[in-house]
């Protein structure tokens, strides 16, 4: 039996304080992408748009499910070369990085990659389940029992990915294969939405009737509603019998950072580089616009387990505008002050460090200093550990947040310690 899709893509910037939107998503026929770019100062926006522009050309191509999972597996770590060339050419990109999700078809298998915390859920027969998991330190917490689902849920350090295309040699995502089957449905999201609303009112969404697009214009606007502080980004796919009445969606729609990324320039005859195939898509894509917040009294919509204060559309736009004003002002005077806000944890004289401020200089101006330097030997760490404290990767919003890392570290390698003492392997 033949499959194809039918899908939509929408995005939000949030009603946070980012400026612009570093999510990009992409759906195509045979290729479905969501990435979620960060760096604070650096091409959050950069990073996500330059990984979908590299995955884009393996859309509309056919591929045996085996080669499709290798395609994709080398246009993910062409992607992350890419993001080094870029850093290269442009120190200001520096520390740029993007979480990624992306299913290429081949029949009726989906080829999948993943790497950070983006993720992927499946609806089949009515059950809805995540089908990747997190690279994150929650998760890694969960992963060794040392907290709950729930505590998960609002744990303070959340948002802490622990593997992101970086550039870097090991960046690797989790690839797999796996069938699809005509009645199934995909959900592509940033944390965005799973960070703000709640697992059950998502299932409730993504379970109901309704198309692709709405089902993903309803997840926009509950995230809003939720006063989602995170760009906000949802890839939603049906997978129906290629056979059957009926069309397929055929026209890709392109969201977020690679919508406003246009290459355009670049592209005067057939496009034939991944960038160039990216940008002539972007001119023929459906990018609509995000729903309006839903109104209050709005009874079909999904009770949420921590409803946020409304905001209004005109409001938004009226107070974005003096906030841009107002962060540009402020980024020139206090600049510095802000990033001495922030901690980060990493290697000094071969011990773990708490450093204040953040991993990167301003030409010869040092952005960070050492503050706390710890007893505990990164060298006695568990490999895993090991390697997010010489990355600089594990940063934190407060000096007690810091300290917490550090603590936790400590308890990791005390049980590194009694593993080898055991006679096992850490």
């Known amino acids: 039996m033949s499959i194809s899709l039918r899908y939509a893509a929408r995005t939000d910037i949030g009603l946070g304080s980012k400026s612009r939107n570093e ?26 748009s330059t990984v979908v522009s590299e995955l884009v050309a393996l859309d509309g191509e056919s591929y045996a499910s085996d080669e499709a999972l290798r395609r994709l597996a080398t246009a993910v770590h062409n992607a992350n070369a890419r993001l080094r060339a870029e850093m290269d050419d442009d120190v200001d990109l520096e520390g740029m990085g993007t979480t990624l999700v992306a299913f290429l078809r081949s029949g009726n298998m989906l080829a999948l990659a993943n790497i950070g915390d983006s993720r992927a859920y499946l609806v089949r027969d009515g059950v809805f389940s995540q089908i990747t998991k ?23 350090q959340r948002s ?31 944390d965005g939405l799973p960070d703000y609303v709640a697992g059950p009112t998502i299932e409730q969404i993504v379970t109901g009737d309704g198309s692709p697009a709405q089902i993903a214009d309803a997840l926009i606007a509950i995230a809003l509603k939720a006063a989602t502080r995170d760009n906000v980004t949802v890839v939603v796919a049906d997978v129906v019998d290629g056979d059957a009445d009926g069309p397929s969606s055929t026209t890709p729609q392109i969201v977020g950072a690679a919508a406003a990324h246009d290459t355009s320039s670049e592209v005067e005859d057939a496009p034939s580089s991944p960038a160039a195939k990216a940008a002539a898509l972007r001119r023929a894509a459906n990018t609509p616009e995000p729903p309006e917040p839903p109104d209050d009294d709005d009874e079909d919509m999904p009770v949420l387990a921590e409803e946020g204060p409304r905001r209004f559309p005109w409001l938004r736009r009226g107070l974005f505008a003096i906030l841009v004003l107002a962060v540009l002002a402020v980024l020139g005077i206090f600049g510095y002050a802000a990033t001495q806000r922030q901690y980060y944890i990493a290697e000094h004289d071969g011990k773990v460090t708490v450093y204040q401020g953040i991993s990167q200089n301003l030409g010869p101006i040092k952005l960070h200093s050492v503050n706390i330097v710890s007893d505990v030997w990164v060298a006695d760490l ?7 404290v010489t990355a600089s990767s594990m940063t934190a919003g407060s000096k007690g947040a810091a300290i917490s890392i550090v603590e936790n570290l400590r308890a990791d390698m005390v049980t590194c310690q009694a593993q080898v003492a055991d006679g096992s392997s850490c």
């Open 23 to 48: 999510d990009s998503g992409y759906a195509g026929p045979d290729l479905l992408v969501l990435a979620d770019g960060m760096g604070g100062h650096a091409a959050g926006d950069m990073a996500s």
């Open 134 to 156: 997190d690279h994150s330190f929650v998760q890694t917490l969960l992963d060794e029992g040392r907290i709950t689902q729930e505590e998960a849920e609002h744990h303070p």
């Open 160 to 190: 802490l990915v622990t593997r992101v295309l970086t550039g870097r040699d090991d960046d690797e995502p989790d690839l797999s294969l796996r069938e699809a089957k005509p009645g199934d449905r995909l959900l592509l999201c940033s």
């Open 382 to 388: 568990p490999s895993y550990d090991r390697d997010k």
